[in-house]
Each structure stands twice: as structure tokens, then as C-alpha cells.
């Protein structure tokens, strides 16, 4: 089971300076649905906001920086972005230096700020500009995805107190979704021959899951804030792909996917298809919730794999 978070941190104590904020301040109309309405959560990616929107039920509003398709790895914040912040009662990261862009963002704010990767013991990068730091991507594993789950109802407990045993028990209920989606993905991958469990993607983003699920995980470059599709890079790929006859590679829907249709072109293989990591789709699209992605992408990968 997830251990507990310990009780959220404060970071800084800074108030948001008038020269940060000049210019874009919120009318008193703006600020008053914060002042008197819900506790306004802000999260930096649509994933945990869905995520924090499955505990938190209607007992909280919750708002993620990036939209919908963004890459969130080299974001810029706006200054939009940085008034939503200080008007916000709780912020959510990934951590395990996943946006690196908002450590100083949160620097210069004075609210509440947890990240949802505390607990989880990372596995390291193993090559390019990042090699040795944490592969920030732990929630595409529904297993860590539990810990997420674990940190979010500690945070919205100490937000909300009154309504702390809701969150415990949504949490609960939500982590056992996880848990069974978890022996569901590890069902559907041991049809697959094991010469045939190897997983070639775009970015390394799947290490945790590969893990879980006992995959040999390539890829192109390691993180998307590393330099991405160089001839070296497709070269290792294509000897990659046809040192063990993988039968198809994948690529993320939030980045180009032309050098990895070059290695399919090269090796044989075939694309698979695409892959969401650091994004959701819009809601009527194949994966707007968390549960959703993670199922997608597995029945996505088991079909490439599979497929003559």
C-alpha cells in the first residue's frame, strides 16, 4: 500500500511582489469566487488534475496550468498563469523534475504546494543530457499512480479537514480502480511472447510501467527536454528493433512522430500508433480521464505487439 504523505509543506514566504503581478491583477469580480466559493486547487498538467478531481469531488475547484495537448516538460509559464497561482489555495506538481520551468514559479508565491511524486522511489535516466536525474514519468505506472492517489488525499485533507474522511474514502476506492487496472495490464501483456515484450517509443516515459510489467523498454531519446530524433538516435532504435524482431514502435501524442516512422520505414516494423503520456484528450476524445490514458495505451501497445 502507498505510505502516507507527510503534512503538506508551505513553500517560501514571500508574497507575490507587485512588480510580478503588475498589470495583471484580479479585478475584486475575478477574485471573488476564490474568496467565497470552493478552495481553488491548481495542478501543472491535465493528468493529475483529473487525478486530483477524482478524490476531491465537488469539494474543490480544480484548474491545471498546461491544456489540453501541451508538452510539459519546456512550458513557459504566462503571467496569466502566474495570477491564477496566487490566487490559488493549494498547487500540485509531478516532481522528480518533470517541470522544471515551475520551480521558480512557486518560488515567488506564497501557497501551499505538495508534490504527488513524494514516496515513490524513482528509477534514473540512463542516457542522454539528463542521464542519473529521476524519470519523472511515475504516473504512467498505476501502481505508483496509488502513491499519487495516497498524496492527493493527505493535501485536500489538510485543505478541507472537514472533509478529509470523503477524501480517504474516494482515495481508497480510486487506488483499488488503479490496483485492478493494474492486474488487468498485467494480463493482457503476458499473452504477448516474451521475446515479444518490448516496448520502442519516442521518449523514455514508460519505465515505470515497463517495470511493473516486466517490458524491455527502448526509445528514442530519454526525456523531451533532451534532444530529440538525431541520426544516432534512430540508428540505436533501428538496431534495437531489429536485433529483436519487435514488431511495432509507438510514439507520444505530444511530440513529432517522424523519426519514429523512420525506424518502422527502416526496421520493417510497424508504427503501432500513439501513445498519451502528459496529456489527456478533450472529453469526448480516447482517454479524458487518467484511468482512461492508462487503458488506452496498453490496449494500444498489446495490439501493435500482437499484430501479423
Same mark, same amino acid.
Request: hydrophobic fraction near 40%; charge should be negative.
Given at each position: !500500500?502507498p505510505?502516507?504523505l507527510p503534512r503538506?509543506?508551505?513553500l ?12 495583471c491583477a484580479?479585478?475584486?469580480s475575478e477574485?471573488?469566487?476564490? %474568496?467565497v466559493g470552493?478552495?481553488?486547487v491548481?495542478t501543472?498538467?491535465t493528468?493529475?488534475?483529473d487525478m486530483?478531481?477524482a ?9 491545471s /496550468?498546461t491544456?489540453?495537448?501541451? $508538452?510539459?516538460h519546456?512550458?513557459e509559464p504566462?503571467?496569466?498563469d ?8 493549494l498547487i500540485?506538481?509531478n &516532481?522528480?523534475?518533470l %517541470?522544471r520551468?515551475?520551480e521558480q514559479?512557486?518560488?515567488?508565491i506564497?501557497?501551499p504546494?505538495?508534490v504527488?511524486s513524494?514516496?515513490i $522511489?524513482?528509477?534514473? /535516466?540512463?542516457?542522454g543530457d539528463?542521464e &542519473?536525474?529521476?524519470?519523472p514519468?511515475? =504516473? ?6 496509488q502513491?499519487?492517489v495516497?498524496?492527493i488525499a493527505?493535501a485536500l485533507g489538510?485543505?478541507v479537514?472537514e472533509?478529509a474522511? %470523503?477524501f480517504?474514502a474516494a482515495?481508497?476506492?480510486y487506488?483499488a ?12 501483456i503476458?499473452q504477448l511472447?516474451?521475446e515479444r515484450r518490448?516496448?520502442?517509443t519516442? %521518449?523514455g ?7 511493473d ?5 527502448g526509445?528514442? =531519446?530519454?526525456?523531451n527536454?533532451d534532444?530529440?530524433g538525431t ?7 533501428i538496431q534495437?528493433v531489429e536485433?529483436r ?6 510514439c507520444?501524442t505530444t511530440?513529432?512522430?517522424?523519426a !519514429?516512422?523512420?525506424?518502422a520505414s $527502416?526496421?520493417g516494423?510497424?508504427f503501432?500508433?500513439?501513445?498519451y ?7 469526448g476524445?480516447?482517454?479524458p480521464s ?6 488506452h495505451d /496498453?490496449?494500444? /501497445?498489446? $495490439? ?5
Amino acid at each position: !500500500m502507498p505510505k502516507a504523505l507527510p503534512r503538506m509543506r508551505l513553500l517560501g514566504a514571500a508574497a507575490v511582489t507587485v512588480a510580478l503581478l503588475s498589470g495583471c491583477a484580479a479585478t475584486p469580480s475575478e477574485t471573488e469566487p476564490a %474568496e467565497v466559493g470552493k478552495p481553488q486547487v491548481l495542478t501543472t498538467f491535465t493528468v493529475i488534475a483529473d487525478m486530483v478531481r477524482a478524490v476531491g469531488g465537488d469539494a474543490v475547484e480544480v484548474e491545471s /496550468i498546461t491544456k489540453v495537448g501541451a $508538452e510539459i516538460h519546456g512550458y513557459e509559464p504566462t503571467p496569466s498563469d502566474l495570477r491564477n497561482a496566487a490566487s490559488a489555495d493549494l498547487i500540485l506538481d509531478n &516532481g522528480l523534475g518533470l %517541470e522544471r520551468w515551475f520551480e521558480q514559479f512557486v518560488e515567488r508565491i506564497d501557497v501551499p504546494h505538495v508534490v504527488l511524486s513524494d514516496g515513490i $522511489e524513482p528509477i534514473d /535516466i540512463a542516457g542522454g543530457d539528463y542521464e &542519473g536525474r529521476p524519470n519523472p514519468h511515475a =504516473w504512467m505506472s498505476p501502481v505508483a499512480g496509488q502513491q499519487y492517489v495516497a498524496n492527493i488525499a493527505v493535501a485536500l485533507g489538510d485543505l478541507v479537514p472537514e472533509r478529509a474522511a %470523503e477524501f480517504d474514502a474516494a482515495a481508497a476506492e480510486y487506488s483499488a480502480q488503479l490496483a485492478d487496472l493494474a492486474a488487468e495490464l498485467e494480463a493482457a501483456i503476458e499473452q504477448l511472447p516474451e521475446e515479444r515484450r518490448v516496448l520502442v517509443t519516442c %521518449e523514455g516515459a514508460f519505465s515505470y510501467l515497463a517495470r511493473d510489467l516486466g517490458l524491455t523498454e527502448g526509445y528514442l =531519446w530519454p526525456v523531451n527536454s533532451d534532444t530529440q530524433g538525431t541520426p544516432q538516435q534512430v540508428r540505436a532504435a533501428i538496431q534495437l528493433v531489429e536485433e529483436r524482431e519487435v514488431p511495432a514502435v509507438f510514439c507520444e501524442t505530444t511530440v513529432n512522430d517522424g523519426a !519514429m516512422r523512420q525506424v518502422a520505414s $527502416e526496421s520493417g516494423a510497424r508504427f503501432g500508433g500513439n501513445l498519451y503520456v502528459d496529456s489527456l484528450s478533450e472529453p469526448g476524445g480516447p482517454v479524458p480521464s487518467y484511468l482512461d490514458l492508462l487503458r488506452h495505451d /496498453i490496449d494500444v /501497445i498489446v $495490439e501493435g505487439l500482437t499484430s501479423e
